[in-house]
């Protein structure tokens, strides 16, 4: 499929209803690593460990600790020229949603407030009691838990687990609804750095396409949502989307 930015451009001018969908990719200009490439995050750590109910268990410290390592790393990153161009495209759209999967808070920090985290919070941690959530950052923890200093719920003194959905966990209910709702009754979707094989499942893309809406996908590598787009950018996201918005602000 070949693509051409006058066609994506045009795409932009003529949509009134937005839906943007991101995936780890979205970050990875941002130097953090995605999960299912080469050098992937799950390549590195089992994702039967580190990823489930049942591994946060059984390893609380270890599953903590590479959780730790990641908010320093996300911390320590820059919101990049794709995220930004995100945030701007709020403002220009009466209706628009951002739907990430992304734990990090990169489009937050580029001003991106029209957005559902469908995954969770990295910075958020969740009682297994009481459910309640609190942000790490409020605690003083160490860079590294140990058995005794494991994150505690200040009211029920029972063990808190990172704020994020883990496989075989739901998405929350509001988000779930929000990011069902943007995608069934958009005109445009931009889909940007994802592979699909988590979000395929939750169907947003077939739902958005079901609406006629016209779908494009920005990722280096063709993934199983290529074949719902109408236009596939096969370029990294955080270099071609303030072109595309240069464009569109010169088209304007
Ligand atoms: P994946 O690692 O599955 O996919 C990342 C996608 O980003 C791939 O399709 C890459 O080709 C693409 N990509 C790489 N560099 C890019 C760039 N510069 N610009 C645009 N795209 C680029 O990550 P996700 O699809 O986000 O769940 O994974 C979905 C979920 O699986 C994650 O939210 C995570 C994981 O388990 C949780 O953490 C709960």
Redesign the pocket.
Known sequence: MEYRIDAVVEAFSGAERVCVFT????S??SGLP????ID???KHYD?MTF?TLEGFLSEPVQVWNMYRMRQRQIGEAQPNG?HSVIAQMERQYPHFLLVT???DDLHERAGSRKLVKI??DCWGMRCLQCCETYDTRDFDFPAEFTTETLPICPKCEVLCRPD????GEFVPDDAMHAAVWSSSTCDLMLV????????GGYGFVERAAMNGATIVE????E?ILTQHAHIWVP?????VLPKIWQCLTMYK
């Open positions: 995936g780890a990719g979205a990875k200009e995605t999960f299912r490439e992937g995050e799950w994702p990823a794709g999967q992304n734990v995954h969770g994020i959905v883990w496989f940007v750095g994802t592979s699909g094989e988590v979000s920005i990722n280096p590598t993934g370029e990294p996201a955080g270099v």
